[in-house]
């Protein structure tokens, strides 16, 4: 099996393994064809309410920005005053437009 340069051969192999329940004639050349064809469906998906990553801040980076300590940050982020991006069980991050206006006094 030939492998496509933005397709690993394990990605195609696991794919493959997936769809042939469904698609029996499916063989690992046609998978491979069918994914090159649609590479909209290989790009990560992005959430819409999700910031990008040059606009989400770690905890870190908040405090400094808005001249606090992590405690009061995280008193912030508990009373609602700032949004939180949950990215696992305990990652978070920080929208920096809500870090801006905060800033500013306009609050959230």
């Keep these: 099996m030939s492998s496509s340069k933005r397709i690993p051969a394990p990605v195609v192999l696991a794919i493959h ?5 469904y698609i029996p004639e499916l063989d690992p050349q046609e998978t491979l064809r069918r994914l090159s064809a649609a ?10 309410t999700s910031p990008a990553p040059s606009e989400a801040l770690t905890i870190r980076e908040a405090a400094a920005r808005l001249h606090i300590g992590r405690s009061k940050l995280f008193q912030l982020l508990t009373i609602g005053r700032l949004p939180r991006v949950m990215l696992g069980k305990r990652t978070l991050r920080i929208p920096s437009a809500a870090v801006e206006a905060l800033a500013r006094g306009e609050g959230v």
Excluded: E
């Design 17 to 21: 393994g997936l769809a042939s329940p």
């Design 39 to 48: 590479p909209a469906i290989l790009a990560p998906a992005v959430a819409p």
